[in-house]
């Protein structure tokens, strides 16, 4: 059963840090791109960050100079460092990643969300 799964979710004053992480687990050949999105009651998902199976990265211009994604390919998890965080960056958090199942299916997995909340 291959799946993702989140933590580092949690409440975090205004002005603070909080490090998320993603780790895919299960029969995975290869790990792909991977990004995070987050989504809020009545609107629909944004992309947040991604990171291209070749390691480049691009962020929404929200999120530029405050959050870093990165990822570890041989432990097959992608992290997202948030600094600086606000209250509008209250959401629930979620990993994708484009993962090959086997040396010619590539499919795409959603991780279960993470809650994330700013105070202020």
């Known amino acids: 059963q291959v799946q993702l799964v989140e933590s580092g979710g949690g409440l975090v004053q205004a002005g603070g840090s909080l490090r998320l992480s993603c780790a895919a687990s299960?029969?995975?050949?290869?790990?792909?791109?991977m990004g995070w999105y987050r989504q809020v009651p009545g609107k629909p998902r944004e992309l947040v960050a991604h990171?291209?199976?070749?390691?480049?990265?691009s962020y929404a211009d929200s999120v530029k100079g405050r959050f870093t994604i990165s990822r570890d390919k041989a432990k097959k998890t992608v992290y997202l460092q948030m600094n600086s965080l606000k209250p509008e960056d209250t959401a629930v958090y979620y990993c994708?990643?484009?993962?090959?199942?086997?040396?010619?299916?590539?499919?795409?997995?959603w991780g279960q969300g993470t809650q994330v909340t700013v105070s202020s």
């Open positions: 994708n990643a484009d993962l090959m199942v086997t040396a010619t299916t590539l499919r795409n997995y």
């Open positions: 299960g029969s995975i050949f290869s790990v792909g791109a």
């Open positions: 990171i291209s199976g070749g390691d480049s990265t």
